[in-house]
């Protein structure tokens, strides 16, 4: 069974840190390109990062340039979104999606094949 399972989410404090991995069971990764994306309570899911199949090309929704960073580990099955800097409108759960697309479009939720179930991130004091 094809599956991608996210971890890591959790309440913290605005300007904490956090870690989410992604990680895939049933497939490998090494073909797909991974996106990161968010739904805010109310709000549309939106993309918020994406790596390529070999790690080589990353993007990044203007909001999040500069604090978050997404990162993969091929050989774990494994990809991370590591949130530093974390503000109140980063709230939301987040999921990770598969695909094999062009590169250009990753940022588009209608590229990908493979969802997780998300998980929720809190940033509140």
């Known amino acids: 069974q094809l599956q991608l399972v996210e971890s890591g989410g959790e309440l913290v404090q605005p300007g904490g840190s956090l870690r989410l991995s992604c990680v895939a069971s049933?497939?490998?990764?090494?073909?797909?390109?991974i996106g990161w994306f968010r739904q805010a309570p109310g709000k549309e899911r939106e993309g918020v990062s994406c790596?390529?199949?070999?790690?080589?090309?990353?993007n990044y929704a203007d909001s999040v340039k500069g604090r978050f960073t997404i990162s993969r580990d091929n050989a774990k099955n494994t990809v991370y979104l590591q949130m530093n800097s974390l503000k109140p409108e980063d709230t939301a759960v987040y999921y990770c999606?598969?695909?094999?697309?062009?590169?250009?479009?990753?940022?588009?939720?209608?590229?990908?094949?493979?969802w997780g179930q998300g998980t929720q991130v809190t940033v509140s004091s």
């Open positions: 790596i390529s199949n070999s790690g080589a090309s990353t």
């Open positions: 049933g497939f490998s990764l090494d073909y797909y390109t």
């Open positions: 999606a598969a695909g094999r697309l062009l590169f250009n479009l990753c940022m588009w939720q209608g590229s990908y094949n493979y």
